[in-house]
């Protein structure tokens, strides 16, 4: 966790900013840190360990949540951001889209219950956004060279 706090801290910073080492920010569950990106992940696999036998599925027929539409909306743009920081070597860019990813599955997690949800179809499609987070910021923080650990 300390590494990668440390990493994160590094690469979240852009290269014409000046760089402040500050290693109770860095550590803080709270903010744009590995941290709460790290926390966020383990999360999500918790959810997924205690939905038994419901499994991720997509239903496009379902009205989504506002929520449950920003989150998805988001998702879809992790391959242009991946692009994007490869073409200018700005791995900050890919740092602040894991962030703002993680508060917006933050936001969709209080307002859209997942396992608790009216219908097994909304439960499958909730589901299915939590995996699709996982997925992605367990694949983003790989690529910022930090671990993504299935419980803290």
């Excluded at 909730?126 to 910021?137: E, G, H």
């Amino acid at each position: 966790m300390g590494i990668g706090a440390i990493k994160y801290a590094d690469l979240s910073t852009s290269a014409v900013r000046d760089y402040k080492f500050d290693l109770d920010q860095m550590v803080s569950l709270n903010g744009d840190t590995s941290v709460y990106l790290q926390y966020a992940y383990a999360r999500i696999r918790s959810i997924v360990r205690k939905s038994g036998d419901a499994k991720p599925a997509a239903h496009a027929e379902l009205g989504l949540a506002p929520a449950e539409r920003a989150l998805g909306l988001h998702l879809d743009q992790f391959g242009e951001v991946i692009a994007e920081v490869a073409a200018s070597y700005e791995p900050h860019k890919l740092a602040a889209y894991l962030y703002q990813l993680s508060s917006l599955f933050t936001t969709f997690y209080a307002e859209c219950p997942v396992l608790k949800a009216d219908t097994p179809e909304q439960v499958e499609n909730r589901l299915f956004l939590c995996d699709l987070t996982a997925r992605t910021l367990s694949k983003g923080m790989a690529l910022l060279g930090i671990r993504t650990p299935e419980r803290l």
